[in-house]
């Protein structure tokens, strides 16, 4: 899944590893949900959303 989480987290700025622990998440999961290899829970979605101040929209829609 295409995402902007990585763009977003950099913005702030803050660590994968700063993220992840935020989130109640390891820093291998935010890397793999940054590539689009891993398929996050929709409550992780919401916890990673409300970190980085953004939308679900924002992070995740992917628009054509």
């Known amino acids: 899944?295409?995402?902007?989480?990585?763009?977003n987290?950099?913005?702030l700025p803050i660590t994968q590893e700063?993220?992840?622990?935020k989130v109640g998440a390891t820093r291998q999961t935010i890397g793999l949900i940054e590539k689009g290899e891993y398929n996050p829970s929709l409550q992780l979605c919401v916890a990673i959303a409300k970190e980085l101040g953004k939308t679900l929209d924002e992070l995740f829609w992917e628009v054509d």
């Open 9 to 11: 987290r950099l913005e």
């Open 18 to 21: 700063q993220l992840a622990k």
């Open 1 to 7: 899944m295409e995402n902007k989480v990585k763009i």
